[in-house]
């Protein structure tokens, strides 16, 4: 993180992330990079996996003040590009033009104001499971961020329900497999 020059009372606002490229061009995160790992061990023996710097809080209120910040306001900013261009923000034909042309005259404070009241800003987006809700094997992404867990479900085909599940006290969570099948605790 020294590398990219940010500064000592912002450096704890980022982590490493190893990002997956799929055969269908999607990316995925894999998983943050602790803070005993060897980035470079860890992507030797990750196939097909690149490392990228992401943001790595919940809390909104933190983007307001690295936005003061030139290096880290850059990495929010193009984190930001990132999940918009992705889907992992969701914005409509209009919102995007904005984004545009916000992005086309280098205008980072604004597109970072516009971008932060979208929604899904500053949530996970986890590759698509198989689950039980609301019927069997059904098609769910699961999205947390913002104090909510998020299962967005694809049901008859091509209609989407979006479940939201307040979540303020949350100590833990993970995500397991039983037989194949994704569970979320």
Not at 117 to 131: E, I, K, R, T
Not at 137 to 154: D, F, M, R, Y
Request: overall charge neutral.
């Amino acid at each position: 993180m020294k590398a990219v020059e940010i500064s000592d009372n912002a450096i704890f606002f980022f982590a490493l992330f190893l990002l997956r490229r799929n055969a269908d061009g999607s990316l995925t995160l894999v998983r943050k990079l602790m803070d005993f790992e060897s980035p470079y061990i860890s992507l030797r023996t990750s196939s097909d996996c690149e490392i990228v710097i992401r943001k790595n809080y919940w809390d909104e209120s933190f983007d307001l003040d690295l936005m003061h910040n030139r290096i880290a306001m850059n990495l929010l900013y193009i984190q930001a590009i990132s999940d918009v261009e992705r889907g992992w923000i969701a914005t409509n034909a209009e919102i995007r033009q904005k984004l545009s042309l916000l992005q086309s005259v280098g205008n980072k404070h604004d597109y970072m104001q516009v971008v932060r009241a979208l929604p899904y800003y500053g949530c996970l987006h986890f590759s698509n499971v198989n689950c039980d809700f609301p019927e069997l094997k059904t098609n769910a992404t699961i999205i947390i961020g913002n104090s909510e867990l998020i299962i967005k479900t694809v049901i008859g085909g091509n209609q989407f329900q979006e479940t939201k599940f307040r979540v303020t006290r949350m100590r833990s969570w993970r995500i397991t497999t039983i037989h194949d099948e994704a569970v979320v605790e």
